[in-house]
């Protein structure tokens, strides 16, 4: 039965309450006495704090939910601003959602050179590694250790990657920050507080009706949120793991690289490490020149060379098994582990470490989802890459049995002789390509922390235009290398290396247990013994191999930690900044009453023209717009509030992107626009069309605004609401209720009423006509459209704010060095804003602002 036809019988067994997530209609919270209903387009007033509800408007709030919430279908999302979804069909789904057949085996092959280079080279060094901790005394030592070999590659990389955590996906987007992005959708636990209601509603968001493990759900979701500890501290392990992609991208590289080398060694007797060093360094300078030209070119050439790796190790492995001890079948039995420590005991445990290798790129199956399908994952994992690994490492195994003394290079000791040069040559091959498995997957993990808030901002330049989540980040790329660099000169052993290697691999690993564990009790609702074994097998595994590792951590190895602990405060630097920020212009933004007092010309001269404000602020009035009315002589006619605001989500659709509100009175000509983007998107504009799809839609808005101001006044209130609603309660552990309802636009109809009052300038006279409200109506319309024509014929003028932040005098020390010193030169080296606008700096205005914190 197909993953689909599973979820459909599923839902038949909790009684036919489905997960609703198509676009045609979405179930979403709402809270009982709030009319924040979702039903095309935005026509809102915005307020000093909050936002009167009012019938067919999104309206956002800082409050929080009431106790009793319902459970509300809606229809389809219409935004007002966006009319460039039109020409793009489809682009709400998926990349790899609707693939063929045969553009599944394609993206399986191209898997192969992006994916599986890491834990393909393996067993180039795997062996090789254990035994320089335990070395062999006889037969039973080479079947303890390749028994823990094979269960180690049979339970992490097969039943924990390919068969569950592969599934933890956040819409095709995998790795550390994807499942922090899913559970930020599922419970408010990010501390960046610019979450808005509205982001519930878009489509993908995929909220899950009531089902009988919605209880157990619902309580650690309030646990969640109402903990700032446990939020920080599910912060800090994502940041955490996140530290430990990047570190693991430093030393995949190295790793590989040495190893393959190294092989220089069986062939040529006078090859010295010296030399391999050398050789090493300029191998890794070619390899990171080619990640510019991206996944998919990179994919495609170098997949055919890891099939023909793939392929000679299972030949390499069957040949050995034929040749030497084909006895070492019997590894498959687990007894022989259990023999390996008594015999061996402390030694044994610390080969654990180099045991770990052979799962080594594990995580790049996950982090590198984003650039294929799980499917097409699973595919090649399963059906190619574990067989020629499982018959490669028993054929190294089987040569060990009658050769104890070549366990320093096991593997190329291993090959037949007249085959040794061509495999020298496709595992040099190989390990280049292995290389690239961490750096593209460090490359993913960077962009979605940038976009939440967890990293500074860098140049991120897109290599595919079919495929937007296969990126290039130029600055990471030297970086990466120079420090790979600078491992391979200073720690020259590849032991040590291995070393570092499971320090970095068991660190993510560990990150990803816990964070797929709270998504199995938070968003799958699967039965509880189910996730207790799952963290307390394979927690306590990988618990007992970082036990291994941090014991050999002085040999050199410590090097990767510190490395990992620095990128971790860069991270939870730019994080604090970030959000410190943030909650000072929430602060400090302008109060709707000094506007009011300063009347429709905002206290200075109109200037005809459309000025475009971007600042960070999702509602309210920024303070750096009191900035630019006291610093510029004149301001805009039209003014416009633009926020740029990345949601939880790999992608916004292109017809949920854009929300449209009026800020004051119509007499003011003040909007605000909020364009929302998932950490997946590509902000690429061109000012011109930007500036033109504004407009067109901004008059779409005020039209449909009209429309429903005129249905709003022909309401009688005489709707059957009994005849079409129907509800049912599902009660909370805290005591809240749930009802399930569809509410009618009659029940906001009275609340709507203040806002509309507000939101118009002049006063309606009583026993006036319905034929002269609407000629009013009419005349009101055509009069705002001519406004808005007429101040694009002035000309567009971009206002930018660049707020600074500065910690007060009274502040701890350690506050005023964090973000005096280290936060600032993090912004102030960190890529702005602007400079995904191309704009000419004849249409640009900047001005700078300083807050105390």
Not at 827 to 852: D, E, F, I
Request: proline share 3%.
């Amino acid at each position: 039965m197909t993953d689909e036809g599973l979820e459909r019988e599923r839902d038949r067994e909790n009684g036919g309450l489905t997960s609703m997530d198509s676009i045609e209609s979405r179930w979403v919270f709402q809270a009982q006495d709030d009319s924040d209903i979702d039903s095309g387009d935005r026509v809102t007033v915005d307020g000093d704090d909050d936002l009167t509800p009012r019938n067919g408007m999104e309206l956002d709030s800082d409050d929080e939910y009431n106790a009793e919430q319902k459970l509300i279908r809606t229809g389809p999302r219409i935004d007002s601003f966006d009319v460039e979804a039109l020409e793009v069909p489809g682009v709400q789904k998926n990349d790899f959602e609707d693939v063929s057949v045969g553009r599944t085996i394609l993206l399986a092959f191209q898997t192969l050179g992006v994916v599986f280079g890491d834990v393909g080279t393996s067993p180039l060094y795997t062996f090789s590694v254990m035994f320089s901790k335990a070395p062999v005394n006889g037969n039973e030592d080479v079947l303890g250790a390749l028994s823990l070999v094979l269960y180690t590659l049979i339970l992490i990389p097969l039943v924990k990657y390919v068969l569950i955590v592969l599934w933890a996906n956040d819409d095709g987007e995998g790795g550390t920050f994807a499942l922090y992005s899913l559970l930020c959708r599922h419970a408010k636990v990010n501390l960046l507080p610019n979450q808005l209601r509205s982001d519930a509603r878009i489509s993908s968001f995929r909220l899950k009706v009531p089902s009988p493990e919605l209880e157990r759900s619902l309580k650690i979701k309030e646990r969640l949120e109402a903990s700032l500890t446990l939020k920080k501290l599910l912060l800090m392990l994502v940041l955490a793991g996140t530290s430990m992609v990047i570190a693991d991208g430093v030393v995949t590289p190295a790793m590989s690289v040495m190893s393959a080398v190294g092989g220089l060694k069986v062939g040529v007797s006078g090859v010295k490490q010296d030399q391999v060093v050398m050789i090493s360094v300029a191998y890794l300078v070619i390899l990171f020149s080619v990640q510019k030209y991206g996944t998919s070119k990179v994919g495609l050439v170098v997949g055919p060379a890891l099939f023909i790796w793939f392929c000679s190790l299972g030949g390499i492995g069957v040949y050995n098994l034929i040749k030497y001890d084909s006895r070492v079948w019997r590894a498959f039995n687990p007894v022989h582990i259990y023999y390996y420590f008594k015999r061996n005991s402390t030694k044994a445990w610390y080969s654990l470490g180099g045991c770990l290798l052979c799962a080594t790129g594990s995580e790049a199956m996950f982090a590198d989802l984003c650039y294929f399908s799980v499917r097409s994952v699973q595919l090649t994992f399963m059906f190619l890459v574990l067989p020629c690994l499982l018959l490669g490492y028993l054929g190294q195994a089987a040569y060990l049995m009658e050769n104890h003394a070549d366990t320093t290079q096991a593997f190329f000791s291993s090959v037949p002789s007249r085959a040794f040069w061509p495999v020298f040559l496709i595992a040099n091959i190989a390990a280049l390509i292995a290389s690239r498995a961490m750096t593209t997957a460090t490359f993913s993990c960077i962009k979605q922390s940038a976009a939440l808030g967890c990293f500074p901002r860098l140049k991120i330049v897109h290599t595919s235009r079919k495929f937007m989540g296969q990126i290039y980040i130029p600055v990471m790329n030297w970086f990466l290398l120079a420090l790979s660099l600078v491992l391979v000169c200073t720690i020259s052993s590849i032991y040590e290396i291995g070393n570092a290697y499971a320090i970095a691999e068991l660190g993510v690993m560990m990150m990803t247990t816990i964070l797929v564990t709270i998504v199995m009790l938070l968003i799958w609702q699967i039965n509880i013994l189910i996730v207790l074994s799952f963290i307390i097998i394979f927690l306590g595994l990988e618990l007992t191999f970082f036990s291994s590792v941090l014991w050999n951590v002085g040999d050199g190895s410590w090097i990767i930690l510190v490395f990992a602990v620095v990128l971790f405060l860069i991270m939870y630097i730019w994080n604090y900044g970030s959000k410190l920020k943030y909650e000072t212009e929430v602060k400090q933004k302008m109060s709707m009453d000094l506007l009011r007092e300063l009347g429709p010309n905002l206290g200075t001269i109109r200037a005809p023209g459309i000025g475009l404000l971007y600042n960070e602020l999702a509602k309210g009035i920024p303070a750096i717009f009191g900035h630019f009315l006291t610093t510029l002589p004149a301001v805009h006619s039209m003014i416009i509030f633009v926020c740029i605001k990345y949601v939880p989500l790999p992608v916004v659709p292109q017809n949920e992107r854009f929300l449209f509100r009026r800020v004051c009175p119509r007499s003011y000509h003040i909007f605000r626009c909020v364009a929302r983007y998932g950490y997946k998107d590509a902000r690429k504009e061109n000012h011109h069309t930007f500036e033109q799809l504004l407009i067109e839609s901004l008059e779409k808005f005020i039209r449909r605004e009209a429309q429903e101001r005129s249905l709003e006044s022909d309401g009688d209130g005489s709707d059957s609401e009994e005849e079409y609603s129907f509800s049912r309660v599902l009660v909370a552990p805290n005591g809240s209720v749930y009802s399930l309802g569809i509410p009618l636009l009659a029940d906001f109809r009275d609340t709507g009423k203040a806002v509309m009052e507000e939101s118009t300038s002049e006063e309606l006279k009583p026993g006036t006509s319905s034929e002269s409200l609407v000629s009013e109506a009419e005349q009101s319309l055509e009069k705002e459209l001519s406004f808005i024509r007429k101040a694009k014929e002035s000309g567009v003028v971009y206002l930018l704010g660049h707020g600074d932040i500065r910690a007060r005098k009274n502040s701890w020390f350690i506050k005023k060095l964090i973000i005096n010193y280290f936060y600032a030169f993090l912004r102030k080296n960190s890529r702005r804003g602007t400079a995904n606008l191309s704009v000419p700096h004849s249409h640009l205005v900047q001005v700078g602002m300083q807050y105390m914190v």
